[in-house]
Each structure stands twice: as structure tokens, then as C-alpha cells.
T-cell receptor, first 111, second 112 residues
Framework: QKEVEQDPGPLSVPEGAIVSLNCTYS??????FMWYRQYSRKGPELLMY????GNKEDGRFTAQVDKSSKYISLFIRDSQPSDSATYLC???????????FGEGTQLTVNP | KAGVTQTPRYLIKTRGQQVTLSCSPI?????VSWYQQTPGQGLQFLFE???????NKGNFPGRFSGRQFSNSRSEMNVSTLELGDSALYLC???????????FGEGSRLTVL
């Protein structure tokens, strides 16, 4: 079983929809949680970074961490075609570079 | 400022050959990490270098190796290539061991 599970999709939504992306994990030692966005033929770029449990909001993006359930989410409000990309969750025990990634969810926002 | 630069972007090799991939981090960044990305496994951590020293290594066979130079540039080498080594190899740099990772666009390796 993988340490981090993420539904690979693909997920297709109309423009303006609220998108919910999720990951579950099994390693209770994970303390740092991240969401990356990867456009086709590009490297991943950091979207959201949270430590421990709670919510964090940045513009149209909200990240939630529920450590008791070992479950993290990324919500995208008012989704735009430019949000079409693969979204990867990632986590680490310490604030370092050895990240454990989910497989990624491919999102398409249709105009 | 310039981002993380990886060369070559695309390459094709045959089984048994070896390959060297190069990564130039963002100026001033001292930590370089390497990841392998495949459709089935996603991104998997290969190794991390800081100040020319390997600080962490993932669960890959010894055929995968790397090094970092005094100017923070890094190379990774894969020897005796196997079909399963076909992947996108991503390099990421950060200011130090705890900073945000900035990824390059990757080197796409195809092994025939």
C-alpha cells in the first residue's frame, strides 16, 4: 500500500465550479503538507503549504488538513480553464526536501 | 532570475547503456534534490545534496547515483539502464534544507 493515496482522475468540471481534490495518507509522522500544480511538460510548482492540522486560504485556493483522519484536501473556487493541470499532494515528516507525493489528479476546467 | 535548468530535456537510450543528467539550481540555492516521475508511481524521491554532500537517499538501486559540485550544480547518473528507468527525472533546488522546492522542467528519458 502506498503511503499517500490520491485519486488520479481525470476530473472534468465546467468553468466556475468548485473543485475538491483529496489525499489520504498512512504515515502519522507526516507534519508538513503541500499541494503542487503541474502543467503539461512543466515541473511542479508549489501552490499551498501547511503545517499540522487546520485550514489555509490563498485567493481561490483553500487547503485543509485533518491529521486525525489522515486526510488532506485542496478546494478551488470559481475554477478557470487556466487551472487545468495535474494537482499533486505532497507531505514530509520534517520541513525538508524528501517529499512523499501522491500520484496526482488530472483536472480539466471546461470553458 | 533564472529558474532551475535541466539538460538534456529529452533523450533516448538503449538497455544496458548509462546516462548522465545535469541540473543547474537557482542562483544562491545550495540544496538540490532529484525525483523520478512515472505514470504508475508518481514522483519518487531519489536523493538530496547540500554543500556537495548527499544528505538523503531514496529507495532506488545503486545504479542510481549523483553528485553535487562546489557551484551547487548537480548531476545524476543511471548505469546499466533498464526499460523501467524510462521516466521524467526532475531536479528541484531550494535555498537550504528546509526551504521551498523549485522544480525544473525535467529530463525525459526513454529506454528502448
Amino acid at each position: 500500500q502506498k503511503e499517500v493515496e490520491q485519486d488520479p482522475g481525470p476530473l472534468s468540471v465546467p468553468e466556475g465550479a468548485i473543485v475538491s481534490l483529496n489525499c489520504t495518507y498512512s504515515n502519522s509522522a507526516f507534519q508538513y503538507f503541500m499541494w503542487y500544480r503541474q502543467y503539461s511538460r512543466k515541473g511542479p510548482e508549489l501552490l499551498m503549504y501547511t503545517y499540522s492540522s487546520g485550514n489555509k486560504e490563498d485567493g481561490r485556493f483553500t487547503a485543509q488538513v485533518d491529521k486525525s483522519s489522515k486526510y488532506i484536501s485542496l478546494f478551488i473556487r470559481d475554477s478557470q480553464p487556466s487551472d487545468s493541470a495535474t494537482y499533486l499532494c505532497a507531505m514530509d515528516r520534517t520541513s525538508g526536501s524528501r517529499l512523499t507525493f501522491g500520484e496526482g489528479t488530472q483536472l480539466t476546467v471546461n470553458p | 532570475k533564472a529558474g532551475v535548468t535541466q539538460t538534456p530535456r529529452y533523450l533516448i537510450k538503449t538497455r544496458g547503456q548509462q546516462v548522465t543528467l545535469s541540473c543547474s539550481p537557482i542562483s544562491g540555492h545550495r540544496s538540490v534534490s532529484w525525483y523520478q516521475q512515472t505514470p504508475g508511481q508518481g514522483l519518487q524521491f531519489l536523493f538530496e545534496y547540500f554543500s556537495e554532500t548527499q544528505r538523503n537517499k531514496g529507495n532506488f538501486p545503486g545504479r542510481f547515483s549523483g553528485r553535487q559540485f562546489s557551484n551547487s550544480r548537480s548531476e545524476m547518473n543511471v548505469s546499466t539502464l533498464e526499460l523501467g528507468d524510462s521516466a521524467l527525472y526532475l531536479c528541484a533546488s531550494s535555498l537550504d534544507l528546509t526551504g521551498e522546492l523549485f522544480f525544473g522542467e525535467g529530463s525525459r528519458l526513454t529506454v528502448l
